[in-house]
């Protein structure tokens, strides 16, 4: 639980506080730009404005620049997502498309969930999402995007995101192409994923939830964070655990994963191994 307090706190901060910041484009790790003025839309213009840095916390990556796409506000639902600029285009289309489908996905959830008559919450309703990243190797990037919504309820939802690329081809890597035996490898990562699951969690397990949630089904493993000695699995919130167990983790070495046959593209320590 203590793992759990510590972790949803550095959510609350990254993804609920909304500061006062500078529009600036971050580059290197450094501040590049000065104080930028909110633009009002002219008449017909479409409403979402692309600004160089974010109101809210986001951590800073050299030689990568921070974009967040930013609308609503004051009075109205509000949309801050944050996301990574590389130096490939095709990397950068990639990710673009799916912020500017999780902008379009809270505007429709508003929408359906306000009606004619505005909730007395939906000064409140708010989506505010940041990223991490994390390299297999230096051409191999994991972003980890976690985006928090709230439309009224008892709580928000959080949806957790793994995309993964190769920054010098572009490539984004599906589950199929980062194991040479995928099915070998849903066998794997379904097996340990459960036994460290039940461990994790001890008297908090639900082995209905973590039976299904955890099987080797490729939709179950589609969030894999790519490290230089393995994969994390990332399980959605309520996917294995209840809301207040918090999101689950588990690390599969990529020793254990041998048998799967890793792509080597992504870990070129695996290329000499033998078949």
Partial sequence: MLRFFIYFSVCAITLLTALPALAADVLGGEVIGGTAPAEEPTAGQEETKERDSAKMTQPIYPGVINKVISKGGN????????????????????ILAFVKEMAADFEEDIRIEAGEEKPSSYEMWESHGSYVLEYANPDVVTVV?????????????????????????????????????????????????????????????????????ASPEKSNFNNLILRHDGVAVQFQPYQVAPWAAGPQTVQIDLKELSPAKPNPEIWPDTKNEKK
């Avoid at 109205?76 to 990397?91: A, D, I, Q, R, S």
């Avoid at 066998?187 to 699951?197: A, M, P, V």
């Avoid at 994790?200 to 209905?208: F, I, R, S, T, W």
Wanted: charge should be negative; glycine fraction near 12%; aromatic fraction near 12%.
């Fill in 145 to 213: 995007f976690s985006i928090y919504s709230y439309s009224g309820g008892a709580h928000g939802m959080l949806l957790l995101r793994c995309l993964n690329f190769n920054l010098q081809t572009g490539e984004e890597f599906a589950f199929d192409t980062i194991f040479g035996d995928p099915e070998k490898a849903l066998g794997i990562l379904s097996e340990l994923s459960i036994t460290r699951l039940r461990a994790e969690l001890g008297d908090e397990a639900d082995e209905d939830m973590i039976s299904y949630g």
């Fill in 75 to 94: 009075g109205t639902p509000e949309t801050l997502l944050n996301y990574p600029v590389f130096k490939n285009g095709k990397v950068n289309s990639a």
